[in-house]
């Protein structure tokens, strides 16, 4: 694993920091008290301009064939910010990565300069359903081959981007008889086909401006040649992308946390109590220095997880590992940079209270931390 970064790796993460800094922490808390569409499909435009939105996808489709380890250290950077427009960027550069590992000539042609220049402000992963969520093999939604054409019934849950996406990676059942995740095909969607239906935003605890919504397929009829794969073969594909989204979610995580952490140092620096800054206290100090330790333990997880999808070797197991300490870390991070604020850090004038609810579901989605410590366990024992 490469310790120092590239020149152009550096320079992705500074670009990412400057546009952060500059438009996304200015209007972060104005977004989650009040979501503004406009204002923050705006910001996703911009990014899409800059090339974060195909960080990882080739020149010819429009991307900037940055690579894994850009991509987790620019999601970090816009997460510190704003973890909203972060979870955004994340989930969308991860449905370019799937039809760029999976889709065939035309699908990338089609679907991929789309994405990556903006013209899609974001793409939908509909994998998740109220029945199939830590199981997803047991998904109910069917797409029945009739003529040129697949029919999808059901309804996808918790959707990232659901009502701003172009296009959604859907995910069926194509063979009832077969047994349990072994008749799964996926299937490219675009938001505009007759028989989509998305839901209202869900009103949610954190990450306010980014919309989830329930995803609808009622007769929805989607051609053959939108498969991604092979038929009854789509199961793998979801189990394979889900490791590399996991890489984005734990830099998301590290994000928010050290934006908490930053925030309390200096909030500890400036006030005093007994007469001295509360920094002076070796209780705080080490609250600070455990969790910054644990910050920079989760940064090294996710350089090695991002290194070796970087370089085609098998990654998964490390990408849970990298996504289930940075966010368990994360989360205690950011609850422990409140306890430093004491009663200030539970008034909303304060950032502090908004990173604790926004990283909160760092360690839910992409696969709770349940999940992810059976995936390690079965590498482990394996």
């Known amino acids: 694993m490469k310790i120092f970064l590239s020149e152009e790796q550096q320079m992705i993460q500074d670009m990412a920091k400057k546009f952060a800094e500059s438009e996304l922490a200015p209007v972060a808390a104005q977004l989650d008290a009040n979501p503004d569409a406009e204002l923050f499909n705006a910001n996703l435009a911009k990014l899409a301009e800059l090339g974060f939105m195909g960080l990882n996808i080739k020149a010819e489709y429009g ?181 590399g989204g996991r890489i984005g979610i734990g830099s998301l995580a590290l994000g928010v946390g050290l934006a908490a952490l930053d925030y309390a140092k200096t909030f500890i620096q400036e006030r005093q109590q007994f007469d001295q800054p509360l920094a002076k206290f070796q209780g705080l100090q080490w609250m600070l220095a455990d969790r910054y330790t644990d910050m920079e333990a989760a940064r090294m997880l996710l350089m090695q997880a991002a290194s070796l999808k970087e370089q085609g070797q098998s990654f998964a197991t490390q990408a849970s590992m990298a996504k289930l300490f940075a966010s368990e870390k994360a989360n205690k991070a950011c609850y422990d940079a409140l306890q430093l604020l004491g009663g200030a850090g539970y008034i909303k004038e304060y950032p502090l209270e908004r990173f604790a609810r926004d990283v909160r579901i760092t360690s839910i989605y992409e696969g709770t931390s349940e999940i992810q410590r059976i995936v390690i366990a079965r590498d482990i024992l394996r």
């Open 63 to 243: 991307g900037v064939e940055a690579g894994t380890v850009a991509f987790s250290l620019a999601i970090t950077e816009l997460a510190k910010a704003c973890a909203a427009t972060a979870v955004t960027t994340s989930v969308t550069n991860m449905v370019a990565d799937v039809i760029q590992a999976v889709g065939n000539e035309q699908q990338k042609q089609t679907y991929l300069p789309k994405i990556c220049s903006g013209e899609f402000l974001a793409g939908g992963f509909c994998l998740t359903e109220s029945s199939a969520g830590s199981d997803p093999a047991g998904m109910k939604t069917t797409a029945l081959k009739d003529g040129e054409d697949y029919v999808l019934n059901g309804s996808k849950i918790y959707i990232t981007s659901g009502s701003i996406a172009g296009v959604f990676v859907v995910w069926a059942v194509t063979n009832p008889e077969a047994a349990k995740g072994k008749g799964i095909s996926c299937f490219l969607v675009d938001a505009n086909t007759p028989g989509v239906n998305v839901s209202k935003s869900e009103d949610k605890m954190g990450q306010k401006a980014s919309p989830t919504n329930e995803v609808h397929f009622e007769n929805c009829r989607v051609p053959a040649a939108n498969m991604l794969g092979l038929e009854n073969k789509g199961f793998a594909i979801a189990v394979s992308e889900l490791a």
